[in-house]
């Protein structure tokens, strides 16, 4: 079989000069975190494969890398189904495994607990520019806290950590699940369609109202309840206070609270962030992964034409591994879709210490080379990065390369020095 020198299909090679602006974005994301309290943790790529299909993770789960079964746990003569052949799969996202590592180690961990994740992740995706089939995600989560102090944190860690890598005036969405019921409930759509409903209306920043509209009765649904839905999102276009508005509208069908708990989550980072960026209540917000249960968000970065980042609330998924209610809310941005932001501005790491080049001429002896290396240990001592190397024939190209890779100084040592 030939060997091939590409990667897999959806996977790529990391040159040095992405990997030098990754490198500082971890560095970053770990610093600005870390100040709001959040943990690092590290979970195993590789997860047991109910937990990957548990019905909790929405389309992902069509997307699942499945490991089969090794050794004697693995016969083709007398597999019947799927499962029979796999029993583990590569992580989709950072959430379901994060939910079980909390189970496993509740009783040693604080409460409430801020969880920190950045890891790759594997999706049978088709790849398209800034998406692959291996990423890094960015996670933070708090579990055990059921007050909205969690939205709160974790939109303020947020859009601090997007405002010191430089964003300006991006926006985050925000709604709450338990208002997109309401609404539907409100016009009369069987609750056992409301996942269908949303999956259209979702759909609203591309195709508009009217083909929301259409689309919904196309789907089967009665004028009447598509007219009664459409009309709470022409009437929220006059109102200056959306979330009261539908909290009033919608009191006999919504939970209690639930449009006062986001008013103060809105209003609490208003006056809190020192960040500049729109926090604006949607509507139209839905979010795929269906084990969102309340509060839900969403980063717009103008021009970038897709989402930078989301998460939500997501208080029944623990309760799956230990039987016992625990509140949750998670807040992932979108590293890979940042990083070629990144990439494509040119960004240049800041405040990086100047690297130097010692380029030696070939048959260096060696006597010089450790006098020449000392002096390179000296520097490095001192705090400039040096990296000594072969002087190349194509002296011009080596040092563009190496300017490229950050070198911004070069030194060049011959066998007798010039002028003898």
């Not at 009033?248 to 449009?259: F, I, Q, T, W």
């Not at 520097?379 to 072969?390: S, W």
């Not at 011009?396 to 020095?417: D, H, I, M, R, S």
Request: aromatic letters at 10%.
């Amino acid at each position: 079989m030939a060997l091939t020198k590409k990667p897999v299909t959806g996977m790529k090679d990391i040159l040095p000069q992405e990997m030098q602006i990754r490198d500082y974005l971890i560095g970053l994301i770990k610093e600005t975190y870390k100040s709001f309290g959040f943990t690092p943790i590290e979970t195993p790529v590789v997860e047991n494969l109910p937990n990957l299909t548990s019905k909790q993770g929405g389309d992902n789960e069509k997307l699942i890398f499945k490991i089969m079964k090794r050794g004697e746990k693995f016969n083709l003569q007398t597999a019947t189904c799927e499962e029979d052949l796999a029993d583990s799969g590569l992580r989709y996202d950072l959430t379901v495994p994060l939910v079980r590592y909390y189970s496993n180690h509740v009783n040693e961990l604080p409460k409430p607990f801020k969880a920190l994740q950045i890891g790759p992740v594997f999706r049978a995706d088709r790849p398209q520019k800034g998406r692959f089939r291996q990423f890094y995600q960015c996670d933070i989560d708090i579990l055990g806290e059921a007050g909205n102090l969690a939205e709160i944190e974790l939109i303020l860690a947020t859009t601090t950590l997007l405002g010191k890598i430089g964003f300006e005036g991006f926006t985050v969405h925000i709604n709450d699940r338990r208002i997109l019921k309401a609404m539907a409930a409100y016009s009369g759509f069987p609750e056992d369609s409301y996942d269908k409903v949303f999956i259209i209306l979702d759909k609203m920043d591309k195709i508009g109202m009217d083909g929301v509209a259409a689309e919904l009765v196309e789907s089967g649904f009665a004028q009447e309840s598509v007219d009664k839905y459409l009309s709470l999102f022409e009437a929220l276009k006059t109102q200056e206070d959306g979330i009261s508005y539908l909290g009033e509208a919608l009191k006999d069908v919504m939970e209690p609270g639930a449009a006062e708990n986001l008013s103060e989550i809105v209003n609490s980072v208003r006056t809190t962030s020192t960040t500049p960026f729109n926090l604006k209540f949607d509507p139209t917000l839905v979010r795929g992964m269906s084990y969102y249960t309340g509060t839900i968000f969403e980063i717009e970065i103008a021009g970038l034409g897709c989402s930078a980042g989301g998460g939500g609330r997501y208080d029944e998924m623990v309760g799956k591994f230990t039987n016992m209610k625990t509140p949750a809310c998670g807040f992932s941005i979108g590293f890979e879709r940042i990083i070629t932001i990144l990439m494509d501005q040119g960004f240049q790491v800041p405040g990086a210490a100047n690297k130097k080049a010692y380029l030696l001429e070939k048959n260096m002896p060696t006597d010089r080379m450790c006098e020449i290396m000392k002096e390179a240990q000296a520097e490095r001592e001192q705090g400039t990065p040096v990296l000594i190397a072969v002087m190349a024939k194509n002296k011009k190209f080596q040092k563009e390369q190496l300017t490229a890779e950050g070198y911004t100084e070069f030194k060049e040592f011959y066998v007798k020095p010039l002028g003898e």
